[in-house]
């Protein structure tokens, strides 16, 4: 027999079941588990702003004049904290039982079953939510029949239905709250969604602005929508944190202080993409809370935001933090800035930087950002024989064999085998194969067909070369301090400096033409358009500059400080150039550098290690394969949080079974000078450095 506890427990956990026997669903439609730490922080901070900005002395518990809306509604999570949590107030006010119930059950019938609304998209949630509703009631000491029980549930998409809950009396306070799906993917294409969703677009100069149509995001513009119809209200919902400073989300921000007096924003992080623990829904994205409250019609508003930072590396102490209840001590007023964060970043140099023109504005085309293979493990691999083979086996329909080989070719949205084999052949991709900069200054090769390649950036990326680089940076960074900038000479893979973040390129010129618009940088004297280029990469590996303005440089393309000294400008143009070109490998082996007298076939790659001590590298533990003149700084070199001779190494190791980032042989000679050229060009790097910054601190003045 099920007890009362058992069903709860069933329900509850409805998200994690979903996500179990149907993943794809509880993808798509964004459904995760609550905790219910969450829900009761959320419910008794919404209880705190309605006492302190609108005057409810009864706060959640008011019977007249105050409704809710749930618009993902689930299996009730956030309806059924309500109930305890009034429950709880009742009890607390009243110590006499019978007295505390009787209250508890007039408030349920009388107030809060006719201010509640929710709406579900999903059939078995909604009716789950139903019988959750009933047991909690009923473990709360309330019975209440389901003939009863007139619940305003809708069955229904939110944006289908925006005016669901309407305002009945203009001193009615709406409070919306709940955890909207997060989707990039969003399956909720309503026109009426899409068209309000337009109003976080405008004037972006970006191409892909697909991560604004986020379900979550969409949510958050019908919340904001929905408030500002009834005049008055509170907006509550744990989401997606990418919003608070991504620069993409800079208009949406904007728009929602436009609408609200304040917001309160209290920041759970554990972004996996930037190594941050302690996520409460076990999922990759960070999450925050928002609090965003308006009082009044009153025009011209500018909400104050207040900010709450919960780094803790567990779920456990975050939980610990938010059972203590919305402390308004804890929250920290943020300045105004031109981005409208929602985070707390120092503003001392702020203004200095943003006097800075950004590095996009030097160039005559927009920057592209790199090739999103969508296939890699099918077109791209360390080895060209292997890509062959991949094609051949794709070609000749042997999926059995690519399965073997752990190679998926499922269709997807934007690929179908299908229109693959219907636009190209065996011959025409093989013909295509071509080298790849994968991490940094590893390469590999890739069958650049664009019939196969999802993602590919013909027109721009493909005009990379060895007589036109590319200057490479990211546009916003999860890493923690910058460290995104390159330069490449042959295309290059979407995060090729680091698999968190997308790598945007700047070329140097465009169709037989200059890119480079030297209009915006002020100069006041003549320059090439090269010795330009090369001035804007010296000033991206000042450790100076990455340092002074390392917050600014993750939150959005850098802004680079112009010279009026012509002698400063070649000096940093001159050493921009020196560092590029050893970069780009265009640099004789440094002779330093001492390899041991093998065979070419014995140069394999086996269980590499680092001796300090010897400053060397030994490519197995027989140590008869090694290089010797490689110190610790160069070892430790990366790009991206990436250190690059272990990279190198690492998707070269040997395999005597086929695998993914294996090679089946020994290093061949060009690989061998390859890694040598890359150990000699860190060497490089690591000399230029501090001439570098001995330039810019001549260019870049602190009053």
Not at 619 to 633: E, N, P, R, V
Request: glycine share 4%; with cysteine; hydrophobic share 35%.
């Amino acid at each position: 027999m099920i007890t009362n506890e058992d069903l709860l427990s069933k329900i509850e956990n409805y998200g994690k079941y979903l996500k179990n026997i149907d993943p794809i669903t509880a993808k798509e439609k964004g459904v995760v588990y609550t905790p219910e730490k969450i829900v009761d922080f959320m419910i008794g901070s919404i209880d705190f702003l309605l006492l302190k900005f609108f005057n409810l002395k009864k706060g959640i518990r008011t019977e007249k004049n105050l409704k809710y809306l749930d618009p993902a509604a689930g299996t009730n999570t956030f309806a059924c904290g309500l109930l305890k949590y009034a429950k709880k107030k009742f009890s607390d006010e009243n110590s006499n039982l019978p007295s505390a119930q009787g209250a508890f059950d007039n408030w349920v019938k009388n107030g809060f079953l006719n201010n509640i609304y929710l709406i579900e998209i999903l059939k078995d949630p909604y009716l789950l939510g139903h019988l959750r509703f009933l047991s909690t009631l009923d473990k709360l000491g309330m019975n209440l029949k389901l003939k009863d029980l007139n619940l305003n549930f809708s069955l229904s998409n939110t944006f289908l239905n925006p005016n669901y809950m309407k305002k009945n009396d203009p001193r009615e306070v709406f409070v919306i709250m709940g955890n909207p799906p997060y989707n990039l993917s969003s399956q909720n294409n309503c026109a009426w969604i899409n068209e309000k969703i337009m109003d976080y677009k405008k004037d972006l100069k970006e191409r892909n602005k697909k991560i604004i149509s986020d379900d979550y995001v969409k949510f958050l513009r019908f919340g904001q929508w929905k408030i500002k119809q009834a005049k008055s209200g509170i907006l509550a919902m744990i989401t997606n944190n990418r919003y608070l400073e991504g620069q993409m989300f800079s208009v949406m921000r904007e728009s929602l202080r436009n609408t609200f007096d304040h917001i309160y924003i209290v920041n759970l992080h554990g972004d996996m993409r930037k190594k941050e623990a302690g996520n409460p829904f076990d999922i990759r994205v960070g999450v925050s809370i928002a609090f965003m409250v308006r009082i009044d019609n009153s025009p011209n508003k500018n909400a104050a935001i207040y900010y709450m930072d919960i780094p803790n590396p567990t779920r456990e102490e975050k939980f610990s933090i938010l059972s203590r209840g919305f402390q308004e001590e804890r929250f920290k007023l943020l300045s105004e800035t031109k981005k409208n964060y929602f985070v707390y970043i120092d503003t001392e140099l702020l203004d200095r930087y943003e006097s800075f023109p950004s590095i996009d504005s030097f160039f005559v085309a927009s920057p592209t950002s790199g090739i999103m293979v969508g296939k890699d493990h099918l077109l791209v691999d360390t080895d060209r024989k292997n890509v062959e083979t991949n094609l051949k086996l794709f070609f000749d329909k042997d999926f059995g064999r690519l399965d073997e080989l752990k190679i998926k070719t499922h269709d997807s949205k934007s690929w179908t085998k299908d229109k693959v084999y219907a636009k190209t052949n065996l011959k025409h991709a093989i013909s295509k194969i071509t080298p790849i900069q994968y991490r940094g200054f590893d390469f590999r090769y890739i069958a650049y067909d664009r019939s196969i390649v999802e993602g590919h950036r013909m027109g721009y990326i493909d005009q990379i070369a060895q007589n036109n680089p590319a200057i490479t940076v990211s546009k916003s960074s999860r890493k923690p301090s910058f460290c995104t900038a390159f330069i490449a000479n042959q295309i290059i893979e979407k995060c090729y400096m680091s698999v968190t973040d997308t790598s945007y390129a700047f070329l140097l010129n465009k169709d037989g033409k200059s890119n480079i618009d030297k209009k915006s940088s002020r100069i006041p004297f003549n320059c090439s358009d090269e010795e330009f280029f090369y001035y804007i990469y010296g000033i991206l590996f000042s450790m100076i500059y990455r340092k002074r303005y390392d917050e600014y440089l993750r939150k959005g393309f850098p802004r680079i400080p112009i010279t009026k000294n012509r002698n400063l400008f070649i000096e940093m143009s001159e050493l921009g150039n020196k560092l590029a070109q050893a970069h780009l490998l265009n640099i004789k082996i440094d002779p330093k550098l001492d390899i041991a007298d093998i065979s070419p076939d014995q140069w394999i790659v086996k269980d590499f290690y680092y001796s300090l001590e010897e400053e060397c590298l030994y490519f197995d533990k027989t140590k008869k394969s090694w290089i010797k003149g490689i110190t610790l700084q160069m070892w430790e070199f990366s790009i991206g949080n990436i250190p690059q001779l272990p990279q190198f190494l690492k998707s070269r190791k040997y395999s005597s079974v086929r695998k993914w980032n294996t090679l089946q042989r020994s290093l061949t000679h060009e690989e061998l000078i390859v890694f040598l050229k890359i150990c000699s060009a860190i060497e490089i790097t690591l000399k230029l450095l501090p001439n570098i910054d001995e330039i810019y601190k001549k260019i870049d003045i602190l009053e």
